[in-house]
């Protein structure tokens, strides 16, 4: 009754996530390439994921806190985070990291400031979401259940 | 006086122009005249007589002339001046000799007078010589006569007496000389009155005044020689036939009987001559002295300038019987006065000019500050303009209810309008500007035109037929800049569709003659050497028409004007810009192409732009038929390179067509895409082989038209985790096609892909495939993917590095990420497919790329079989799909990469 209980909250806390546009469809797409093969595919993505985006963040703040910023440093840093993101699925990091790299284009740094915040709050919204997702899966399959195959039904 | 101005002349004239003969001095033959032709005066001229006179200068007539100088009052004038004068010196002549005369009658009287006193004085002393003391008074008296006398004769002696006063002796002896006194007197007066006779005798012989006259008259010529030597003054007197009878100072060349008894018009010819003629014979017939200036120009002296005096001359009785005239060379002072008039007016000129120059500099600078701050303002809009479009596009992937999204939506469609605004006044200015830079690339007209009306059927919500009709004899492929020629084909389109709300809207291409306007048009001929090949030009006519409202013809000349509709009502009833037509005709006319307009009102427009294109050679169609491909993704068909006829129904009679002879399905390319289309792929393979064009064009379709409706920051379409916020706010808002397809989605499972892996695993060798990307994750992500669809790959992490692995192996495909560190997979592209046609990397090496590496291999040529490069692009402007294909790659795949783009891509290039 419990594992019920604990897979439907899954669901429920999985489906949250992408009514909330914390993640997009290309999750899914990380979901359907894990298999017996590779059962800890998602995690190990994301969590690489979240180690590179660390890093990135870290830079950012470090360049965009420079007398004079070097927008061509702070340009591919945001590319990259966007190109992570964008693969995992995470919609709201990817979308700030557009709107960041229009404002690196345009050198203004007080809207690179903005979003660099912007960013910081999508990606520890998500990185908080898919850990808490994590962990759910976890109690799940350590109360012997299996995780429940998504479905996009909304 | 005159020697010291003769002098002065020659010495320092610095200021006055050197005043030349009058007539040339080498005139050949005048050899016999000009001895006697002294240019220069004497040295010292005090004396009218010194002066050298030059007589030969004066040529007259001398039977008539004597006659004329009776004739005329100014002749008998001048005789009787000279008559007068000699009179006058006769007469005193005559008064000096009479004054003389005068003298000398005075002086005999007084020697009279005194030779009686003494005889008186002589009386009296005989008479009474004693009484001498009485006679004190008179002696007195005596003494004063004497010296009275003595006065009067001046510088006579005094007589001398030696003897003691008043004796006899003294008597005797003061007699004795006074009377030799006397005597002498006499003798003088004699002597006197023989010079007077004598004086009279020679008078008498003087008495003829010719010599005189002759004299004077000399003289008086002397001193007009004297003047006029040098002058350049030509006289003469002409008489009433105007034939010449006297002249003066004639050219050099002419003798006596070239001029005496001829009239101007007899010796002279050439311009001026006619003129001085009759202003002669003018003057003779109203009888009033006049001057004019008369320009000749003649063989015998050339051009030259006289100013010229002629006065009527009358006989005595008052009858006209001829001319004097007297004309002055001012050639000089004409042509300076010309000069300064022709300075005056140039300076006028230059300096009007100067003004408009001005006024025109300070209008263009307004203009173009206007448009620099028009740019600049555009540019400052658009910046935060688009931080808000982003941000509300964030927004709308979060969770809102109907009415917010509502809003939302409202929200990005009107803001990406502004956005929209501002790219095109960008556009505009560009183009104004000249930055806008045309690029000639390869591409297939029919393409174009069905991917234009696809893309406009794509959002079309009106019962309309969009339909394209493309002339055989239209090239498959051209040279041109597709890019603008899509903008202005999507632009009239989309105008079309806009204000046509039924019938049809279509595309017709045809081939035309060079038009008349272009042949003398350098600017296009220079566009189309750009791409240096030597093809042969072609001038495509396209017209956009439609069954729409039409335009009155009242607002057909403002059509091409920026921000004008054809009406207000209409700008409030239909939006836009008012930019789309003026950008239109710019960017053809910056193609060397003209944009036309024929329209009718209520039955529809034609608009017609003709534009030059190269034609591209039929080994470059075979060889390139990948590479300048329109289409995403596109195979062609057989047949779809020369299909002249396409027609599309809207969506939403659910009914698509395509011309092609094979392919005639209804379906909604919506659902097909989105729904199962691994599924129908596969079908359509079994049965016809070419659907998979059919599908792949279908998905094309979709991206083009996001691309077209410029939603580079839309999230992925195919996701459908929310409406799609698209630009249009049409389709946004209501297209009910849309909310349909989103929910055939939440049907649609992914396991039905992966069901199918199976059957592709086993068809397909394990080919060698290159990964080039350097996102850590992106890389996990598609290694798994891969390994799910049954393939292995290498990495590679930039350009770099794809370069060298692709020297070191061979590989069937590479997946190319767009922005990369070191070298980007552009770049990198382009480098590949150098390489591909030099058979060396000369051009990475110049590149940058490390060479060593490369050296090594060298000889590890591959075939010469085109290596597919697929981008993998974020799809942002920067990384737009025409530029992929500018710089080589065959497709690309938008990321996120999903599995079912990877597999599609696979399959298309892995067989």
Redesign the interface.
């Known amino acids: 009754m419990e594992l019920v209980q604990m897979q439907k909250s899954l669901q429920d806390y999985t489906k949250s996530l992408f009514l909330e546009g914390v993640l997009d469809s290309q999750f899914l797409q990380l979901q359907q390439l894990q298999d017996e093969s590779n059962p800890d595919f998602v995690s190990q993505v994301v969590t690489l994921f979240f180690q590179d985006s660390d890093r990135i963040l870290n830079d950012l703040s470090l360049s965009l806190d420079q007398q004079v910023v070097d927008f061509k440093k702070v340009d591919p840093h945001v590319h990259q985070l966007k190109g992570s993101s964008s693969s995992i699925g995470a919609q709201r990091v990817k979308n700030a990291c557009v709107v960041f790299r229009t404002f690196c284009e345009q050198q203004n740094v007080e809207g690179c400031h903005r979003c660099l915040q912007q960013v910081k709050q999508e990606y520890y919204l998500v990185k908080n979401r898919l850990e808490t997702l994590f962990k759910l899966e976890q109690q799940i399959v350590a109360s012997g259940g299996v995780i429940p195959a998504m479905e996009l039904g909304f | 006086m005159v020697c010291e101005m003769e002098t002065d002349h020659q010495i320092d004239e610095m200021d006055v122009e050197v005043l030349s003969s009058m007539w040339p001095e080498d005139v050949g033959g005048t050899e016999p005249d000009n001895q006697f032709n002294v240019e220069k005066p004497a040295g010292d001229s005090d004396t009218l007589k010194e002066v050298d006179i030059a007589e030969k200068r004066t040529m007259a007539d001398l039977k008539r002339l004597p006659e004329l100088m009776n004739t005329t009052d100014q002749g008998s004038s001048q005789l009787t001046n000279l008559v007068k004068q000699w009179e006058y010196m006769q007469d005193h002549a005559v008064r000096l000799l009479r004054e003389e005369l005068k003298i000398l009658t005075k002086q005999r009287e007084e020697a009279e007078a005194k030779e009686l006193k003494i005889i008186e004085e002589h009386n009296f002393e005989t008479e009474e010589p004693e009484n001498v003391p009485v006679l004190d008074e008179s002696s007195d008296l005596f003494r004063r006569f004497k010296e009275k006398k003595s006065d009067a004769l001046v510088g006579r002696k005094r007589i001398e007496v030696d003897e003691e006063f008043d004796t006899v002796a003294y008597w005797k002896q003061k007699a004795l000389s006074l009377e030799k006194m006397l005597e002498a007197s006499t003798e003088r007066e004699r002597r006197l009155i023989e010079k007077l006779n004598e004086s009279l005798k020679t008078m008498e012989s003087h008495s003829a005044p010719v010599e005189e006259l002759t004299q004077n008259l000399k003289r008086a010529e002397g001193f007009l020689h004297f003047i006029l030597q040098n002058a350049p003054i030509v006289m003469g007197h002409q008489d009433k036939d105007l034939r010449y009878l006297f002249i003066y100072n004639k050219f050099p060349t002419l003798r006596e009987h070239d001029i005496l008894g001829k009239t101007d018009v007899e010796i002279f010819h050439g311009g001026g001559v006619k003129e001085s003629e009759d202003f002669k014979r003018e003057v003779l017939e109203k009888g009033k002295a006049s001057k004019r200036e008369i320009t000749f120009e003649t063989d015998l002296f050339g051009s030259k300038t006289f100013l010229i005096y002629v006065e009527p001359v009358y006989n005595k009785a008052g009858e006209k019987i001829g001319i004097n005239y007297m004309g002055m060379e001012v050639t000089d002072q004409v042509r300076k006065r010309e000069k300064m008039a022709k300075l005056r007016e140039d300076n006028a000129v230059r300096k009007a000019m100067e003004s408009e120059l001005t006024k025109t500099i300070h209008i263009t600078e307004e203009t173009m500050r206007a448009k620099q701050m028009l740019a600049t303002m555009s540019h400052e809009i658009r ?1 935060p303009l ?2 808000v479009v ?2 509300a ?2 927004l709308s ?3 809102l209810d109907k009415e917010q999204r509502q809003l939302l939506n409202v929200m990005i469609s009107s803001g990406d309008l502004v956005l929209q605004l501002i790219n095109d006044i960008l556009d505009l200015s560009k183009v104004e500007s000249g930055v806008m830079k045309l690029e000639a690339t390869k591409f297939r007209p029919r393409e174009v035109v069905k991917h234009v009306l696809q893309t406009a059927a794509a959002s079309l919500k009106k019962d309309l037929t969009l339909e394209g009709n493309i002339a055989d004899e239209v090239p498959i492929l051209v040279v041109g800049d597709v890019l603008r020629i899509r903008q202005i084909l999507t632009n009239l389109i989309s105008n079309a569709i806009k204000f046509t709300h039924q019938g049809k809207v279509g595309i017709k291409l045809k081939v035309i003659p060079e038009p008349s306007f272009a042949s003398d048009n350098t600017l296009n001929a220079d566009a189309q050497e750009q791409n240096g090949m030597a093809e042969t030009s072609v001038w495509i006519r396209c017209d956009v028409y439609d069954t729409g409202i039409g335009i009155p013809e009242n607002a057909l000349p403002c059509l091409f004007k920026k921000y004008m509709q054809a009406s207000a009502d209409h700008a409030r009833k239909y939006g836009g810009t008012g930019l789309g037509l003026a950008i239109c005709k710019q960017l053809v006319e910056l193609m060397g192409g003209q944009l036309t307009v024929t329209s009718q009102v209520n039955l529809g427009s034609t608009f017609t732009f003709i534009l030059p294109y190269k034609v591209a050679t039929a080994n470059d169609h075979s060889d390139d038929q990948e590479e300048f491909s329109d289409m995403v993704d596109h195979q062609p068909e057989p047949d779809d390179t020369t299909e002249g006829y396409f027609q599309f129904k809207p969506l939403l009679g659910s009914i698509y067509s395509n011309g092609g002879p094979v392919i005639s399905n209804n379906f909604l390319p919506h659902k097909v895409m989105l729904n199962s289309p691994v599924k129908l792929i596969n079908g359509f393979v079994d049965n016809t082989g070419q659907s998979e064009a059919v599908q792949v064009e279908n998905g094309d379709y979709m991206d083009e038209a996001r691309h077209e409706t410029r939603s580079g ?1 839309c ?2 379409y ?5 409406p799609c916020p698209s630009k249009e706010s049409e389709s946004c808002s209501s297209s009910q096609a849309s909310s349909e397809m989103e929910s055939e ?2 049907v649609s ?3 039905e892909d ?1 069901k199918t892996e199976p059957e592709v695993r086993e068809t397909i060798k394990q080919p060698n495939i290159l990964l080039v990307e ?5 890389i ?2 598609a290694k ?2 891969m ?2 669809l049954g393939y292995t790959f290498d990495i590679a992490n930039n350009g770099v590095e794809a370069i060298t692995a692709i020297n070191g192996s061979s590989y069937d495909l590479v997946l190319m990420d767009v ?1 990369m ?1 070191v070298l980007d997979g552009l770049k990198a592209t382009r480098l590949i497919r150098a390489y591909e046609e030099s058979g060396t990397w000369d051009a990475a090496v110049e590149a940058g790329v490390d060479t060593k590496k490369l050296e090594n291999k060298q000889l590890h040529v591959r075939s010469t079989n085109r290596l597919p490069i697929i981008a993998m692009t ?1 799809n ?1 402007l920067a990384e737009s799909s025409e530029e992929c294909y500018a710089n080589g790659m065959d497709s690309f795949i938008s ?5 079912q783009k990877l597999k599609e891509c696979l399959q298309k290039y892995l067989h």
């Open positions: 910046s688009s931080g982003g941000m596009e964030i992937t979060t969770k920051h999230p992925e195919e996701n459908g985790n929310g989605l939440t499972s992914p396991r992966v350097d996102n850590k994750i992106n996990m992500v798994s993917m390994k799910q922005c560190p974020a942002t990321k996120p990469v999903t599995l």
